[in-house]
């Protein structure tokens, strides 16, 4: 949003010195701007007298030296301008007269002096028309429709390959390129230490997890790697907000932002509701660090992690029933169900929620749960027998077979 503090446009002032609402100071007595403009016009005037009848014109050239320079009509040819986040309306002025829309910076401030929707004008690509009034150039900023916008929303729990998908369609940029552009994480700002585990096993940097869902309003020029250095941003703003890398050891102890990271992808893909995503992250690390003997691999053992072994692979993924035994424990997937530890990298990208519960779960021995209504409910268990009672449930609501 553009910032309240209104700048005046003035050539012979650097930015800042002029801003409306501000005070004079009182120990410069008769030597503000007003005592100068007055000299300036009664010396106008004399020129005005010496000069006779003649003088009107030079009157209206004087005159101009104290006026905006402003053009009249609504313009011409189309042409399109950016506005910052942060600009003031001096600086609005500047970027509408380089790009020829108005004929003075000066004049636009002048047209947006004392009217408060002009302090809102939002950051964004705008297209306006060349050698248009001020006060036109004004109401074109305040027009939605005359704002350029190309918004998309990526939901949580996406795949990098499915965000790929989403951003081409939105965007038309081929998929190869936003493929492209996250081969190196560390490029588009992901730090180094994100990578690091706790159980020592090799990283190959991903991006998965990393592209953070939110709602963004892409700019008309925007590239695959800029678009996906923006969503990282949003992932690092996010977890800064909420402390994740701090949080994650001071509640879960050895265990690495990264590794919390995976977990709260699982949760993610597995919680149907958003009220059990700390819950299942409960289940995933119990199932790790507390073994017994109904759960004796210390492994996720969730057959979400399968069916991004087979995604990543360009096969369809599949329901839980229809998985054939070969594919819920192949030995060649390093995100085999029964895989000790932590799988390779996060599955998804986790919104804040399942991040919040990741790091922070909720205190229980469960260690099963299933879905028992249709708002995607589940019951948490922590024995296998009580678990097949509320697999008992979920029939009888006709959520599992």
């Excluded at 380089?98 to 047209?111: E, M, P, R």
């Excluded at 074109?140 to 350029?148: E, H, I, N």
């Excluded at 729990?157 to 951003?167: D, F, H, I, W």
């Amino acid at each position: 949003m553009i910032d309240d503090l209104e700048l005046a446009f003035d050539e012979r002032t650097e930015k800042g010195q002029h801003r409306r609402g501000g005070t004079r100071d009182p120990k410069r007595k008769g030597k503000g701007g007003r005592g100068k403009t007055v000299v300036a016009l009664l010396l106008a005037f004399v020129l005005l007298g010496v000069l006779g009848g003649g003088a009107w014109y030079g009157f209206d050239r004087v005159q101009g030296l104290f006026g905006a320079p402003d053009y009249e009509g609504t313009g011409t040819e189309q042409v399109m301008i950016e506005i910052k986040d942060g600009d003031y309306l001096a600086d609005v002025g500047n970027t509408l007269l380089s790009a020829g829309v108005v004929k003075s910076g000066k004049a636009f401030v002048n047209a947006a002096d004392g009217n408060d929707a002009a302090t809102k004008i939002q950051p964004g690509f705008y297209q306006v028309r060349k050698g248009m009034s001020a006060a036109a150039a004004l109401n074109m900023l305040l027009d939605p429709k005359s704002r350029v916008t190309n918004k998309i929303t990526i939901p949580e729990g996406r795949s990098a390959k499915q965000v790929y998908k989403l951003l081409s369609e939105a965007t038309k940029i081929p998929v190869a390129d936003f493929e492209a552009a996250a081969k190196d994480p560390l490029k588009l700002g992901v730090p180094d230490w994100w990578f690091k585990r706790s159980d020592n096993k090799k990283v190959t940097p991903s991006i998965e997890g990393f592209l953070f869902p939110d709602t963004y309003d892409l700019p008309p020029n925007a590239t695959a790697d800029t678009i996906l250095k923006e969503m990282v941003d949003g992932f690092l703003t996010v977890t800064g907000q909420i402390k994740f890398a701090d949080t994650v050891p001071e509640k879960l102890g050895d265990i690495s932002p990264y590794e919390a990271l995976i977990v709260a992808s699982l949760a993610q893909a597995e919680a149907g509701n958003p009220d059990d995503l700390g819950k299942v992250s409960r289940v995933a690390y119990n199932r790790l660090f507390k073994p017994n003997a109904e759960v004796p691999c210390e492994c996720f053992e969730m057959d979400v992690t399968v069916n991004y072994w087979l995604e990543v692979q360009g096969k369809p993924t599949k329901a839980s029933k229809d998985m054939t035994a070969a594919e819920m424990d192949d030995p060649k997937n390093p995100y085999n169900r029964k895989l000790k530890g932590f799988i390779p990298t996060p599955i998804n990208n986790p919104g804040k929620l399942a991040m919040q519960g990741a790091m922070d779960p909720p205190k229980g021995g469960w260690y099963f749960f299933v879905a028992t209504d249709k708002e995607g409910h589940s019951e948490f268990a922590e024995t296998y027998a009580e678990h097949e009672r509320n697999m008992d449930k979920s029939r009888e609501a006709g959520i599992i077979s």
